[in-house]
């Protein structure tokens, strides 16, 4: 059975089953769903345990305590997370195993990071998605972050005008985390009822918080309007230009070498599958080769050298202006 995070409430309400699926990339919907999950299960009287599935990993411990049934607490939650998403050779064995035999009186919980198409169709997954009950937790695209907004202000009775929803939206570039801490914010600071575009700019700080790697998706999607926010709130936090530059270079390296590839005759699905570029990027890079010229992209490597000229010293310039110029002229 598979499950939307924004169901695991009225399907808790029904009653736990024994095993749980949770996987996906996006932190919010995991991290929630997980919570209701644990609570529910220890309302009912669960004990938990915790496994956190990392390098030689002994499975043997996870059927040991699925047999070893305490005398005080014979309800268990046996919570088992593999953040790397790869359970390996024994685990792989483990799980199916787990599956076809899932311990009485337990409430599993395996939680995995975002997987690749091929990991989905490996038997350990395919076993554990035919038993028990699966939760995928996806990000919200942009164009509907002011729709899944609206709907968290109204578990608080609040609305807000459809151009308070997008000012929100612009502002937490599809951060989900901070988008509940926002909103969470607004229940506190404003009453009940409907909000305006004003109260809401009064009420809110800028909670857009990038990470360094974030520039090459945005340069990839060609998003100038996007760099340019990266790269102004990465100045604001004093993040070093060489650390920056690594991140622009890299990507331009990648596409000039694809590029180079698929003019020896490669086809494009050899040459992403030989770079390690797997499907949930392969729609980005393809469109970033199909905008950037081979010029265009000739022209941003001579100034990616000349920025990392000036973030030394040995050439005069200002080299954030020269990433905005170079970000800018990509989009």
Not at 102 to 121: C, F, H, M, R, Y
Not at 231 to 253: C, F, H, N, Y
Not at 318 to 326: A, E, I, V
């Amino acid at each position: 059975m598979e499950l939307r995070p924004e169901d695991v409430g009225a399907h808790l309400a029904r009653g736990l089953t024994p095993l749980y699926v949770l996987w996906g990339d996006e932190p919010l919907a995991m991290l929630e769903a997980e919570d209701a999950i644990r609570a529910a299960a220890l309302k009912a009287g669960h004990e938990r345990t915790v496994f956190a599935v990392q390098g030689k990993f002994d499975w043997s411990v996870i059927f040991g305590h699925a047999d070893n049934f305490s005398l005080f607490a014979q309800k268990k939650l046996v919570e088992i997370r593999i953040p790397s998403g790869k359970p390996g050779i024994d685990g792989s064995a483990a799980l199916g195993r787990y599956a076809d035999s899932l311990p009485a009186d337990t409430v599993t919980v395996i939680s995995l990071p975002g997987l690749e198409w091929k990991q989905t169709k490996s038997k350990w997954f395919e076993a554990l998605t035919s038993k028990g009950t699966v939760i995928q937790s996806r990000d919200v695209p942009l164009e509907q972050m002011p729709g899944w907004i609206g709907r968290r202000l109204s578990m608080n009775n609040q609305q807000a005008s459809r151009d308070a929803l997008e000012f929100l939206a612009n502002r937490l570039e599809g951060n989900l985390l901070a988008a509940r801490q926002e909103i969470e914010k607004l229940s506190l600071l404003l009453p009940q009822g409907k909000l305006g575009l004003n109260d809401i700019e009064q009420a809110v700080t800028d909670v857009s918080r990038f990470d360094v790697a974030d520039i090459q998706d945005a340069l990839l999607a060609g998003d100038g309007g996007r760099c340019a926010r990266i790269l102004d709130s990465l100045r604001q936090e004093g993040e070093a230009v060489p650390k920056i530059m690594w991140q622009i270079g890299a990507t331009l390296r990648l596409l000039y070498k694809l590029k180079s590839a698929v003019r020896q005759g490669q086809s494009l699905a050899a040459v992403f599958k030989a770079n390690r570029i797997w499907d949930k990027r392969q729609a980005l890079v393809q469109a970033a080769l199909k905008r950037v010229s081979d010029a265009k992209l000739e022209n941003a490597l001579q100034d990616a050298s000349q920025i990392d000229r000036q973030a030394k010293g040995l050439e005069s310039g200002d080299p954030w202006n020269g990433m905005l110029r170079l970000t800018l002229n990509l989009s």
